[in-house]
């Protein structure tokens, strides 16, 4: 698959946006000083961060005056993966950059965060405001017994106090983990049991959908199951006491403390993360502090554009990676939008009203969405002041050609979109937003900065113009420093590096195009394999996901014992929609002519759900163990999915089929 190099990009940045834009600049900045090619655009600029890892973020660390309070050795000690070790010797605290802009007195009384709920109000938080939080909370901790390295959890939505909690956890040096609130007690005991948490923030309760949510029995549960908690703190979202035992959240940030940052090495650990955990218990993810500091940095201030100007809004929860990158806007002086609820509440319009009403400039969303929304016949240009909006990026899975046309066509024609790949396992982009690039149809515009990001083939050759696994060959700054509880480091070097030694293999399927940029086609890990032919599950969905009978699909191959291949399509049907032959030929026809006659599917089966992890993703691995016949309770963890009787229609089927 070559690029067609006369196919019109659907957006192009102008001369002055191109110019205004950081990345711009910040490549000026690093000719003068670094040696950086001043001429050549971005992908010299990109060239230049990978071949030049040490020197290059050694000037992002400039370019965003990154205070080390102890200077380092070498950018980096040992390049080796897994194990690579950035700024050795360096000291720094993530807290303190993420609160500089406090310092700044034009800018104190300036909204630090902006919270939206369901009822649409807007409660500011300023940046003063947050700082004396964190201090008074910040000292409360370290009177709690809190020392560097112990774990801090928080049971919380998308709330202010989520993100005053994790900062000052990070100013003590603690490590902060977190899950949703709409995560069952089960899925949370997974995570926080494995890192053994001395303190644990949560809430009453929640709202979501139009109704409360009641959590007091779970946070009942959560308390007796985690024996190493010296102190629950209660926020009483629902407006409920706190219980015996438990201290107030008021209390506690009450204060008018100077914040102390607590200056730690690079490497020291900043939060846990964790895998979805569908066949097994979640893994541990820990990243560092000044790993992510630079990498946001990066991430943020370059390839997403953001400044002290911008409003930054990211439909997340605080389950999922994207909570913690869309905290991390705070580093560029951004006000961060946080909205806790529903996303399509009252209506699937929900969060472009939130958009319109917070002012974003940068409005970040799932792909899922884009298309329920194309899928509904929304106007969101037309019916919602989006004039602020510059760039709607989307991730968690890939945006299908038409979620480009429909973004452009109903949202705004000079828009930027953002279709960006990348993972908890480095809390960050490996491709994406490029604000200096145009955008073509169902394509990320580029790999990031500092990424050395490759398709290769079995083999370990490197690809262009074809399907290949999307490897990293260069260590990044916010790989992982570790997993918890895995002292000899296996399964961490099991995860990424079993395929290619000493490279960084991610686990979905890529193309690198011959102008640069990178069309992803979902996991490798769930491959459909015909004929000797690999081909993307997300392809498909592409395809069958246009038609307007069918609400969301599912696909797998298995490999089957006498040598033959089985490829069942599953489809979720839209209300009144009937799978009858008429639809069974129309979904082929529509895989046959977009795709290929080696894509159409051997059935179409109708099913009353397609089954998710608990972050939206759809499950297939899980799925294609239970039609191999592996039993219910070994081939899914059950906490980690959203529905787990939609599992049991699979594994009745494989039973049918033996």
């Keep these: 698959m070559t690029s067609a190099a006369n196919e019109a990009p659907l957006w192009q940045p102008g001369p002055d946006r191109i110019a205004a834009a950081a990345v711009t600049r910040f490549q000026s900045w690093a000719a003068e000083r670094y040696g950086a ?26 370019w965003f005056d990154v205070r080390f309070s102890t200077p380092y050795d070498s950018v980096i000690g040992d390049r080796t993966m897994p194990g690579a070790t950035w700024f050795p010797g360096a000291t720094l605290n993530y807290a303190e950059h993420a609160l500089r802009t406090a310092e700044d007195a034009s800018r104190a009384d300036a909204p630090a965060l902006l919270y939206v709920d369901e009822t649409h109000t807007q409660i500011p938080v300023s940046w003063s405001e947050i700082r004396r939080q964190v201090g008074s909370l910040a000292a409360e901790l370290r009177a709690l017994g809190v020392t560097p390295g112990d774990r801090v959890s928080g049971y919380l939505p998308n709330i202010p106090q989520a993100v005053i909690a994790f900062l000052a956890t990070a100013a003590v040096g603690g490590v902060w983990t977190s899950c949703a609130p709409d995560f069952g007690a089960r899925s949370v005991l997974d995570r926080f049991q494995q890192v053994e948490p001395v303190v644990l923030f949560t809430v009453d309760g929640y709202r979501y959908g139009g109704k409360e949510h009641d959590r007091t029995a779970t946070v009942a549960e959560l308390r007796d199951e985690l024996p190493t908690l010296r102190a629950v703190v209660h926020i009483p979202l629902l407006g409920t006491a706190a219980p015996e035992g438990a201290l107030a959240w008021s209390a506690l940030t009450a204060a008018d403390t100077e914040p102390v940052f607590e200056q730690v090495p690079f490497d020291h650990p900043l939060w846990v993360l964790y895998s979805s955990g569908t066949t097994g218990l979640p893994k541990a993810i820990v990243q560092s502090q000044g790993g992510i500091l630079l990498e946001h940095f990066k991430q943020l201030g370059l390839h997403c554009d953001l400044g002290p100007e ?19 806007g705070l580093l560029t002086g951004t006000t961060v939008v946080l909205y806790d609820g529903s996303p399509g509440y009252p209506d699937v319009s929900a969060q472009w009203r939130v958009a319109e009403q917070t002012g974003a400039t940068l409005f970040g969303t799932s792909a899922a969405y884009v298309m329920a929304c194309r899928k509904a016949g929304i106007h969101p240009g037309r019916d919602y002041d989006l004039s602020r909006v510059q760039c709607v990026a989307t991730t968690g899975s890939p945006l299908p050609p038409d979620g480009f046309r429909w973004l452009h066509d109903e949202v705004a024609d000079d828009l930027w979109i953002a279709s960006v790949s990348g993972g908890t396992d480095v809390c960050s982009c490996f491709a994406g937003a490029v604000p200096t690039l145009p955008v073509h149809i169902g394509e990320l515009q580029a790999p990031c900065l500092g990424t050395d990001l490759q398709a290769w083939d079995p083999a370990g050759k490197p690809l262009i113009g074809e399907v290949g696994e999307l490897v990293v060959a260069k260590p990044m700054p916010s790989m992982p420093v570790h997993f918890w509880n895995d002292p000899d480091g296996s399964r961490y070097h099991d995860s990424y590096f079993d395929m290619y030694p000493g490279v960084w293999r991610h686990g979905d399927w890529i193309t690198l195009t011959d102008r640069g940029s990178v069309i992803i086609h979902g996991r490798s890990d769930s491959t459909l394999n015909r004929q000797g032919v690999r081909m993307g ?11 307007p009978e069918i609400r969301e699909s599912l696909v ?3 490999e089957e014992p006498d040598g033959g291949y089985w490829m069942p399509l599953f489809v979720h049907l839209a209300d009144g929609a009937t799978l009858d032959d008429a639809l069974r030929d129309s979904i082929k026809r529509t895989i046959r002519e977009n795709l290929s006659p080696r894509h159409v599917p051997d059935e179409v089966i109708e099913v009353p759900g397609i089954p998710h992890t608990l972050t939206g993703k759809r499950i297939e691995v899980p799925v294609k163990r239970l039609l191999q016949g592996t039993d219910l309770a070994k081939a899914v963890n059950p906490g980690s999915v959203d529905n787990l009787e939609l599992l049991q229609f699979y594994a009745d089927l494989a039973r049918t089929r033996r």
């Design 37 to 62: 090619p001043a001429e050549g655009g971005y992908a010299a600029l990109h060239r230049w961060s990978v071949d030049e890892l040490d020197t290059f973020w050694k000037a992002v660390a400039g």
């Design 310 to 328: 911008d409003r930054f809004f990211w439909y997340t929860s605080t389950g999922w990676m994207m909570w913690n990158f869309l905290v991390s």
């Design 556 to 558: 797998i191959g298995l």
């Design 537 to 547: 599950s997300a392809d498909i969905y592409e395809a069958v996901e246009r038609l």
